[in-house]
Nanobody, 115 residues
Framework: QVQLVESGGGSVQPGGSLRLSCAAS????????MHWFRQAPGKEREFVAI???????NYASSVKGRFTISRDNAKNTIYLQMNSLKPEDTAVYYC?????????WGQGTQVTVSS
């Protein structure tokens, strides 16, 4: 059984910070890398960050140095710490996992950065 639930979105001024969480079922959390994606209005869903099962991370160039992905194995949860937020970061943020070669998505959480 698979479950991904995001939380932590909201509205913030430019330069502010938010921390997103994604609580995952244990089987999907332990099976593969976990990702954050985002989708702005009128745009394709884009990669934001990845963390492997052993904690190796990588980021989209647009967020590198500002965002940090992490995982808490005891809680089956991944996080996205977002600092120095910009208006162009406004999007719905999605948690992604995989199990048995099938991709699963959370419901998304809205992040709005005012101009």
């Amino acid at each position: 059984q698979v479950q991904l639930v995001e939380s932590g979105g909201g509205s913030v001024q430019p330069g502010g910070s938010l921390r997103l969480s994604c609580a995952a079922s244990g089987n999907i959390f332990r099976a593969n890398s976990m990702h954050w994606f985002r989708q702005a209005p009128g745009k394709e869903r884009e990669f934001v960050a990845i963390i492997t099962t052993n904690g190796i991370t990588n980021y989209a160039s647009s967020v590198k140095g500002r965002f940090t992905i992490s995982r808490d194995n005891a809680k089956n949860t991944i996080y996205l710490q977002m600092n120095s937020l910009k208006p162009e970061d406004t999007a719905v943020y999605y948690c992604r996992g995989a199990l048995s070669s099938q991709v699963y998505w959370g419901q998304g959480t809205q992040v709005t950065v005012s101009s």
